[in-house]
């Protein structure tokens, strides 16, 4: 048998993958975010019953993740825990590397498919490419890492 190029089939990132890369960055995130918020604010932002505490609290809970996150994606198109599983994002019909324009619209789909009790996450469970809302609205899928 001679030596050939065989195009092998896009391995998708699976459901159990791509949760437990949500839950490392989580428990990364509030690995930085719950002292600086303890320092800033004390214990009393844990018990408070106001939805924004402070100018602090914006940034630290609401601009930091969205440049954190935009900068892994922009330079390793995976945040900390789909490296951690060996998974990254592609531009859906290239396969190459998705366009800032496409990360943006995919974390803002973050919030459309987490509105409807989390369907849009769920979705990938019946979708043939594993892709959720926030992947289909940006173009992008998750697929293993080969390198």
């Known amino acids: 048998m001679t030596s050939q190029s065989v195009d092998t089939p896009t391995q998708y990132a699976s459901f159990g993958a791509r949760l437990w890369a949500s839950i490392l960055d989580g428990i990364l995130f509030f690995l930085i975010s719950f002292p600086l918020l303890m320092m800033i604010y004390g214990k009393d932002y844990w018990i408070d019953e106001r939805s924004v505490y402070g100018f602090a609290d914006i940034l630290i809970n609401w601009v930091f993740p969205f440049v954190a996150i935009m900068l892994f994606w922009v330079k390793k198109q995976a945040t900390p825990g789909k490296m951690a599983v060996s998974a990254r994002i592609v531009c859906a019909r290239t396969g190459g590397r998705p366009t800032v324009q496409q990360f943006v619209i995919r974390y803002v789909g973050y919030i459309v498919s987490a509105i409807p ?23 992008t899928v998750v697929v293993r890492d080969s390198h």
Request: aromatic letters at 22%; charged letters at 20%.
């Open 117 to 139: 009790l989390l369907l849009g996450y769920f979705w990938m469970l019946w979708d043939d490419r594993n892709q959720t809302w926030h992947d289909k609205m940006s173009g």
